[in-house]
């Protein structure tokens, strides 16, 4: 959101009604009986108890659970370092104009309109190596590659599947930025002599700031409930090397029914992720604050 | 320098394309291929070439009624989270309000929640209100991450249109409905190309919700496809045929959109 030029309209409200009433039909309403559940024992649905803390106690004290959550970290980082610079190397070497530049687009974004666990199935095939490709090139270049059996191997193909399936979001929305530069811009920059990095530095970076941060947060959110693909490529395994914090919420909810931890899990998993992007959103306003600054003061 | 750097651009993109089609070419090689091809060797093209794989998802009602029901709730979804976002979208970006900060991150929040964690709520809420095995169920339960993603984009899009286009529109005599409609509507067209288009596309690829919403009558693909899996042992050929006919609407839908991308914003340009 831009700051400076807003009149202050309070019945602006009107206008958002029918967004608030959707979300909260889909959002909050579902969200308290999460709330509900996680403050009480559910033996059956007639029987209740109340326990208060109690599941949040033990939810915090799981070592399991911590080791999910150090995996999705590193995970999620790990994402956001490869897919955002690529994304941006892509929208920038994407074709300006012309039937080239549609096609490439087409192509490109043509992954991630593959349901997700279809995506899964595609690496699942395409990294076996008896019948897939990439498992059967790296085999007959004498890895010792197995994405079933080792676990560095299971991380790294979910990895690579990742920015395979996500990379595109990023670029599209970069190359959607990059769009909006009148051609002034460069025209003028030419005229000051500036360095290719320079145009990239002072004129797309800026234009991109709004798309990319919308990129850099749903990288991260998408990230960090990743469920579908890995479970149809490794099923979590081999041993706990994949499962992330999605998967090990749906094992404890519908694998073993514990609704009460589950719900409490689920909880404090919604806060670290709001935590997260809160500290993310905020950065990056600083980031974008900075930025504005310095292209005044030259 | 410019040639050089042009070039070594085109390499970058052409190294991602092959890396981006690969895996795509390797499913669509073995939806051709018949299961025992497939187990038994290993080869670039189908040796024995059959459409058998299609003519099954064709031919059986359980498998293509689940593209029509994928189709009509995404249609359901898309169109309501662009008419509820377009004002919303506009408020942000042209007023401020009470809390409009607040609001605008709350919205964003909904994007973030797992899936997972709503899935027995949703559960519950919907089979309360009888919507069990509904194509609305499914859309409904997709506003939760798209409206906020549509009012985000939209958002986005209409704080690169200038004020002074909405003033100047006022000063001519338009009512605000005449001047959204007539005026600002088309200024982001492109923008609500792009929005629907995410909306489609998160829509369509989402997996957990469709299935725990629906049983028979609304089913979607995505669902009917986990069924091979159950199969004796893997039906890898069907499912690469599905798999790549899954990618068909989208890719359809992405070659409209792609104009509305390459248009641009329009900021700068009226």
């Known amino acids: 959101m831009s700051q400076s030029t807003k009149t202050v309209n309070q019945r602006a409200w009107f206008m958002v009604i029918p967004v608030i009433i959707c979300v909260a039909f889909s959002a909050v309403l579902p969200l308290m009986t999460v709330v509900n559940y996680s403050v009480q024992d559910i033996i059956s649905p007639e029987r209740r108890v109340f326990v208060g803390t109690e599941w949040f106690v033990s939810v915090m004290r799981d070592s399991e659970l911590h080791a999910a959550l150090f995996r999705q970290f590193i995970f999620s980082f790990s994402v ?10 892509l929208a920038l070497s994407l074709p300006a104009k012309g039937w080239r530049a549609s096609a490439c687009l087409v192509i490109i974004a043509l992954s991630l309109l593959i349901p997700w666990n279809v995506v899964g199935t595609i690496w699942q095939i395409f990294g ?15 890895v010792n590659y197995n994405y079933t059996g080792n676990s560095l191997d299971a991380w790294l193909t979910v990895l690579v599947m990742d920015v395979w399936h996500w990379t595109p979001l990023v670029g599209l929305l970069g190359y959607a930025g990059l769009q909006s530069i009148p051609d002034v811009y460069y025209q003028a920059a030419r005229i000051d002599g500036a360095s290719k990095f320079a145009i990239f530095r002072y004129i797309q970076l800026p234009k991109m700031r709004g798309v990319l941060m919308i990129a850099v947060l749903l990288r991260f959110m998408d990230s960090f409930m990743i469920y579908t693909e890995p479970f149809v490529l490794t099923g979590g395994g081999p041993g706990n090397a994949t499962t992330f914090l999605s998967q090990y919420l749906t094992q404890k909810a519908v694998g073993q029914f514990d609704l009460g931890p589950a719900a409490a899990f689920s909880l404090i998993y919604f806060l670290i992720i709001l935590l997260f992007c809160f500290v993310l959103y905020n950065w990056m306003q600083i980031v974008g604050k900075s930025s504005v600054k310095e292209q005044n003061h030259e | 320098m410019n040639e050089k750097r042009f070039q070594k651009r085109s390499i970058f993109l052409l190294v991602y394309i092959i890396f981006s089609l690969l895996p795509i070419y390797w499913m669509i090689n073995m939806s051709f291929k018949t299961n025992e091809e497939i187990l038994s060797q290993f080869s670039f093209f189908p040796q024995n070439f059959t459409f058998a794989n299609y003519l099954t998802i064709f031919t059986d009602e359980s498998w293509y009624s689940g593209y029509i029901n994928s189709m009509i709730y995404v249609a359901i979804n898309v169109l309501i989270s662009i008419t509820v ?8 970006s042209r007023y401020t309000f009470l809390g ?23 559960f519950e809420l919907y089979s309360t209100v009888g919507l069990m095995d509904t194509h609305i169920a499914v859309a409904l339960a997709h506003l939760l991450f798209n409206v906020p993603l549509a009012v985000w984009i939209l958002e986005g899009f209409m704080s690169g249109i200038p004020k002074e286009i909405d003033e100047t529109a006022y000063i001519d005599g338009y009512s605000f409905p005449q001047f959204f409609v007539n005026i600002f509507l088309p200024l982001i067209k492109a923008g609500i190309g792009v929005t629907a288009f995410f909306c489609f596309m998160f829509s369509w690829v989402e997996l957990l919700l469709a299935r725990t919403l629906t049983s028979v009558n609304a089913k979607p693909i995505v669902a009917t496809m986990t069924r091979t899996v159950s199969a ?12 790549v006919l899954t990618i068909v609407p989208g890719a359809i839908v992405i070659w409209f959109v792609r104009n509305y991308i390459a248009k641009g914003f329009a900021m700068g340009r009226v």
Do not use: C, Q
């Not at chain 2, 976002?85 to 942000?92: D, G, M, Q, S, T």
């Not at chain 2, 409009?100 to 949703?122: E, G, S, Y």
């Not at chain 2, 004796?232 to 798999?243: F, P, R």
């Open chain 2, 85 to 92: 976002a377009l004002p919303a979208a506009y408020a942000f």
């Open chain 1, 128 to 142: 076996r190596s008896d019948i897939g490709l990439l498992g059967a090139l790296l085999k007959s270049a004498g």
């Open chain 2, 232 to 243: 004796s042992g893997m039906d890898w050929a069907t499912l690469a045929a599905a798999g």
């Open chain 1, 80 to 89: 956001l370092l490869i897919e955002i610079p690529i994304g941006i190397l």
């Open chain 2, 100 to 122: 409009d900060k607040h609001l605008f991150f709350w919205l964003l929040t909904n994007r973030m929640t797992p899936p997972a964690v709503f899935l027995l709520p949703f």
